[in-house]
């Protein structure tokens, strides 16, 4: 296969082996990694603008440098705050770790203990792509016995300052005396002669489902496992990991939010054990009743306090200055020096038979991380340190303002884009006239402020959104059809807040229109009927994101939106974008959609029938069945790792798990218009024409709490940034900003199982 470039002085073109076949855009790529394979730095990730990415391996590290240099100049993404430059695409994992503000943010607690992981794993060289560079995570329970699970006791977390070897006293006088007693002068001492981290391990840990199934069988002459050594139990696996000496292993990310890996939905014949035991889903903890249940507790277990204040350590022992030197030795944590960064030259072995063994056995003993930091990880800041008032008695203020406007026309969307990088931070909001106003994000409220500073208002008004006629008049007037109902789904607010696109008009376009002159700046044509709703991803590197939009003829069309500020097609260039993918299946009017990148995912629902779950390159997946009485979808949350909540007519709610498995329903009485979950997928808060804004475990739709009560009904909602403040949009005009706390329902609700 063969790759080019156009429009450069030279045009590049890279050859690549033969027999590999495939086609990526270069105006889809995202981001460019460099990787080694083989302990050798000569490969590349390339992430797309789909969060799909792929890995090549090149002969050698300058033929990395050329292939960078003629690919587009976007860096890393501009997710970890680092600019967009080539070199930093070549930049070392130290330099990536140093320059970055996520360990900022982290401490600050802006991201998850999950997500600050993953880009620590992601810098420092872990992929998706490579089973022997597998991303690591940490066991951090060790209760796997007990029919509850107290997330309030120390004893039930794992001490994550040692390495996994070294928990068992017992076990790590056997690694030290190994280490200390070495005598073959061929091979450096080490402590262990297996990895925490390697293909095998991998593929054991995902073994009943595909395409790991596959690659699992083609490692082992087309068998499964013995019985006895596949993994078949949470419980066995932690107790193998504390007294086998060839069983240091720890987790990956799945164990954190796939609960399909502990079921044998394929029914594959994994064997029965010497105690008579089939082998088949994989035993869960007394404590989880279904998968779902241990997934989301261990997540929460990761993401607590107890884990909060030590993860730095164990990402000293991973990541940091206690992975190699005297302090690795220290801390009983050395592995086979055939696992470390520059421990071979792969290219000065000139006989092929040597080499390929060489390969075999680095393949064979895993590989260890690069070394992002040689001095000690700095702690995370404590929650109370943060959010002092979440851990007292009083109440919070639970109202901090409203806002009346002079239209009195019902608030239908409202879109809180108030990240402090934007130019203007800020609330949009959309009456159900088509008047919008972009209330500017007052600055000097900033992530982690003090909760006895609420009575400080969040958002004052732009003095000029009063003005409502002139030059600068935010009035859309054109006309719309008759029979389109004004809702929260007829409009989407763009990342940077600069546009709003606006559907349902009578030629069966949806539009833009600035936000700063209210001019219309694009028609979007496409659609064989008139175009009911709409939705965004969240937002690419320069505010590039997909739009859905459905139609009244039951399909959907996927666009995308440039950071150039208009919806492009497959031709950057024409003034009529064709849409990215037609999606199909609906029998009838399309009336809610959300789309999620993260997944690469689309989930809509039709006036009737089922919701449907297609690709974001039109591949219809499957339908999520409701009971018999959810059958008239109208609202769709779903979260970046899946949870996907749905309201159907008459106050019914239901669960889905993205692969179609209905976890949960419930019924209420109010009449919902909108529903939002947080961040994390674990909230959802729901508000209606009762006026009544209400907090929800999504998982069971357990109630967490409930907000006095308004004096109007509620149209639209949506939360800040940084999850703490809820600005809903009223039938009475108004916008009503409400503090919420999620951590603060976390630490009251849940904590025992």
């Not at 990415?53 to 860096?75: E, I």
């Not at 007990?146 to 068992?168: C, Q």
């Not at 030629?507 to 028609?523: A, H, M, N, P, W």
């Not at 109630?703 to 009904?713: R, T």
Request: some cysteine; hydrophobic content about 35%.
């Amino acid at each position: 296969m063969k790759w080019s470039r156009v429009g450069c002085h030279r045009v590049a073109v890279l050859a690549y082996t033969e027999g590999l076949h495939g086609k990526w855009m270069f105006s889809e790529i995202r981001a460019v990694f460099s990787r080694r394979y083989l302990l050798q730095n000569t490969a590349l990730e390339v992430f797309m603008a789909n969060r799909t990415s792929v890995m090549f391996n090149f002969p050698d590290q300058a033929t990395v440098k050329k292939v960078v240099y003629s690919l587009p100049r976007v860096g890393v993404g501009t997710s970890y705050g680092l600019p967009q430059a080539r070199r930093i695409s070549l930049a070392t994992p130290r330099q990536l770790y140093k320059s970055s503000n996520m360990t900022q943010r982290w401490q600050r607690r802006e991201i998850s203990n999950f997500e600050y992981l993953m880009f620590l794993n992601t810098i420092a060289g872990r992929t998706y792509n490579d089973l022997n560079q597998y991303p690591v995570f940490p066991w951090v329970l060790t209760n796997y016995e007990s029919e509850e699970l107290d997330l309030t006791l120390p004893g039930n977390f794992r001490d994550l300052s040692k390495p996994i070897g070294a928990l068992n006293p017992k076990r790590a006088v056997f690694y030290a005396e190994r280490y200390e007693t070495w005598e073959d002068d061929q091979t450096l001492p080490y402590h262990y002669n297996t990895h925490y981290s390697t293909s095998i391990s991998t593929l054991s840990w995902l073994v009943r489902i595909e395409p790991f199934t596959t690659f699992f069988l083609n490692a082992n002459d087309a068998k499964f496992d013995h019985p006895d050594r596949t993994f078949s139990s949470v419980a066995r696996s932690w107790r193998n990991s504390q007294r086998d000496t060839s069983d240091v292993k720890e987790l990956i990310p799945e164990f954190y939010y796939l609960p399909e890996m502990f079921v044998n939905s394929n029914g594959y014949n994994l064997g029965v054990r010497e105690d008579e035991v089939v082998v088949n889903d994989v035993e869960l903890p007394p404590w989880s009743k279904k998968p779902e249940d241990f997934v989301r507790i261990n997540r929460m277990a990761l993401e607590s306090e107890f884990v909060s204040c030590q993860l730095h350590q164990w990402i000293d022992l991973i990541f940091g200055y206690k992975q190699r030197g005297p302090e690795a030795v220290r801390a009983l944590n050395v592995f086979h020096y055939l696992t470390y960064e520059g421990s071979v030259n792969l290219d000065s072995i000139i006989d092929p038979v040597l080499r390929e063994a060489m390969e075999a056995q680095i393949q064979n003993f895993g590989q260890t991380p690069s070394q992002l930091l040689i001095e000690p990880h700095p702690p995370r800041s404590s929650a109370m340190h943060l959010s002092p008032l979440m851990f007292k008695d009083q109440m919070q203020q639970d109202v901090i303002m409203v806002l009346k406007f002079p239209s009195n026309s019902p608030v239908t969307h409202v879109a809180a884009n108030t990240l402090p990088h934007l130019t203007i931070p800020a609330v949009v909001t959309v009456t159900c006239s088509r008047l919008f106003a972009v209330n500017r994000w007052h600055n000097t409220v900033a992530p982690g402020y003090s909760l006895d500073q609420a009575h400080h208002l969040p958002i004052e008004m732009d003095p000029l959104i009063a003005n409502n006629s002139g030059v600068n008049k935010r009035q859309i007037t054109d006309l719309v059809d008759q029979s389109i109902q004004i809702n929260a789904h007829c409009f989407v607010v763009t990342a940077d807040n600069r546009y709003i696109l606006i559907c349902g008009f009578w030629d069966k376009s949806f539009r833009v229109y600035s936000t700063e002159t209210g001019k219309l700046t694009q028609i979007v044509f496409g659609h064989w009927d008139v175009v009911t709703c709409l939705a965004r991803s969240e937002s690419y590197i320069g505010g590039d994101c997909y739009i859905v939009s459905g139609s009244r003829d039951a399909t959907l069309l996927l666009w995308y939106w440039s950071g150039r500020h208009h919806i492009i097609g497959d031709n950057p260039n024409s003034d009529y974008p064709a849409p990215r993918a037609v999606l199909t299946g609906h029998d009838h009017e399309v009336v809610c959609v959300s789309v999620c990148a993260e997944l690469g995912l689309v989930i809509s629902g039709a006036k009737e029938g089922p919701c449907l779950v297609h690709t974001i390159t039109g591949d219809l997946l499957r339908a999520l069945e409701g009971t018999e009485n959810c059958l008239y979808p109208r609202l769709i949350s779903v979260s970046s790792e899946g949870h996907c909540i749905i309201y159907y007519e008459r106050g019914r709610f239901s669960n889905f798990s993205i692969n179609g498995k209905l976890l949960a329903q419930m019924e209420i009485n109010d009449s919902t218009r909108a529903i939002l979950l947080s961040s994390d997928g674990q909230n959802l808060v729901t508000g209606g024409d009762n006026g009544v804004v209400e907090v929800w475990q999504a998982c069971d739709f357990k109630q967490l709490y409930i907000y006095p009560g308004c004096d109007a009904g509620i149209r639209a909602m949506d939360l800040s940034h940084d999850q703490r403040t809820l600005i809903t949009g009223m039938a009475s005009g108004s916008i009503v900003a409400f503090n919420i706390d999620f951590n603060r329902w976390h630490y009251e609700h849940q904590n025992r199982y």
